[in-house]
Structure formats: structure tokens, C-alpha cells
């Protein structure tokens, strides 16, 4: 299995650039999440899915969409990038509410 | 904020020392999970603690829970260089999936 994988590894934008930061499980997950790390902040949660065709609001969802047509696959868009977006962007997915979560490698993402 | 405290922000050690962290919460939880993070890489899960228990084993890692005081600590015995890494606590409370994490201690492990 390769687990969580998520592309692009690392990305540059200009300020008002749109782009779908992709998430992708093979474990057969029905929870997907998308989390922000940003220095001394720790994680914040973005969006989550409890199954294919649910999503729902996190901690900071102010300028993402999200959605979940199959369970295998969370995209995250940024619809008109702003500089508070750099961040480094990790999706998780977990096997059902309560346990434990398995993180892809991340998206350093840096919006100019 | 929801957002755990973990103490210390940073420790540094000698190889084969114990290393101690903290974490805090605020509200009631269902569990509390431990997560390791090497520079630059995705979380990795270390243990999950429930609600319900109060210490629990893995291998070198020893994770205590206390509801009363709303705090967990893991603890690493004989640390190894390796083990140089950002940890960080998280907890799931109520009926939902959300997942709170704190903002990490960074670990030190010197040869």
C-alpha cells in the first residue's frame, strides 16, 4: 500500500493564483482530513470528510474548498491565493472516528 | 482556542537519558494520541491513550493521562539519537471526528 500520498511536494504561486493541492489514500479510509502547520501554530484543521460525499468545516476554512467524490480522493483548493496561505499543507485519513490518523508527506506551499 | 499546550517548546538530552513532555487540554476528550514528526516529514502515530486509562506502553514510550487535570505526558527511555524529532499531543473530545493537536516539543537527542 502507499498510503497517504499527496501531490505536488512543493509549490510557488502568485497572490490571486488558483491551484487544487491533490490527497489520495489507498487504505479504504472513510475519514480524510487536511491540516495547515505553520511555525510555533502547530496543526490546525482545515476541512474534513466523514465518507464520500461529506466534508465539513475545520478550525481555518477561510479560503478552501473542499470535496469528496470517492473515498479514495480529498482535493483541497485554493481558489485565489493569498500570502497568509504559505503554510505547509498535510492530508491524513483514519479508518474511523477516534483513532489514529496516517499523514501524507506534505506540500510546502509558498504564495508570493 | 481548543489547542493543547505542550511543555517543554524544546528539550535537549544526551543519547541514553529520559526525555519527558507535557501536554494540556481544556475540554473533556475521548482519547489522546502522541505523534512524532522528523524535520521536514508527515506525522507519524506513536500511541493512542483513551479516555478511560490512565498509563499506557509502547516499546521505549510510556504515555500517563490524568482527566482530572486535563494533562498527558510521554515519556522516551534510553533516548537515542534517532529519536530527535517534533512531538506533538493530540485529542479527539465529544461526538465528533476532529482531532486538536497541540504545538509540539522539538527533541534533541545528542550522540
Known amino acids: 500500500n502507499a498510503g497517504v500520498t499527496q501531490t505536488p511536494k512543493f509549490q510557488v504561486l502568485k497572490t490571486g493564483q488558483s491551484m487544487t493541492l491533490q490527497c489520495a489514500q489507498d487504505?479504504?479510509?472513510?475519514?480524510m482530513s487536511w491540516y495547515r502547520q505553520d511555525p510555533g501554530m502547530g496543526l490546525r484543521l482545515i476541512h474534513y470528510?466523514?465518507?464520500?460525499?461529506?466534508?465539513d468545516q475545520g478550525e481555518v476554512p477561510n479560503g478552501y474548498n473542499v470535496s469528496r467524490s470517492t473515498t479514495e480522493d480529498f482535493p483541497l483548493r485554493l481558489l485565489s491565493a493569498a500570502p497568509s496561505q504559505t503554510s505547509v499543507y498535510f492530508c491524513?485519513?483514519?479508518?474511523?472516528?477516534?483513532?489514529?490518523?496516517?499523514f501524507g508527506p506534505g506540500t510546502r506551499l509558498t504564495v508570493l | 482556542s481548543q489547542q493543547g499546550e505542550e511543555d517543554p517548546q524544546a528539550l535537549s538530552i544526551q543519547e541514553g537519558e529520559n526525555a519527558t513532555m507535557n501536554c494540556s487540554y481544556k475540554?473533556?476528550?475521548?482519547?489522546l494520541q502522541w505523534y512524532r514528526q522528523n524535520s521536514g516529514r508527515g506525522l507519524v502515530h506513536l500511541i493512542l491513550?483513551?479516555?478511560?486509562?490512565r498509563e499506557k506502553h509502547s516499546g521505549r514510550l510510556r504515555v500517563t493521562l490524568d482527566t482530572s487535570k486535563k494533562s498527558s505526558s510521554l515519556l522516551i527511555t534510553a533516548s537515542r539519537a534517532a529519536d530527535t524529532a517534533s512531538y506533538f499531543c493530540?485529542?479527539?473530545?465529544?461526538?465528533?471526528?476532529?482531532?486538536?493537536f497541540g504545538k509540539g516539543t522539538l527533541l534533541t537527542v545528542n550522540p
Open positions: 470528510s466523514v465518507g464520500a460525499g461529506i466534508t
Open positions: 493530540a485529542f479527539q473530545g465529544g461526538s465528533n471526528y476532529k482531532l486538536t
Open positions: 491524513a485519513s483514519s479508518p474511523r472516528q477516534g483513532a489514529e490518523q496516517f
Open positions: 487504505m479504504n479510509h472513510e475519514y
Open positions: 475540554t473533556s476528550i475521548n482519547n
Open positions: 491513550i483513551r479516555s478511560n486509562e
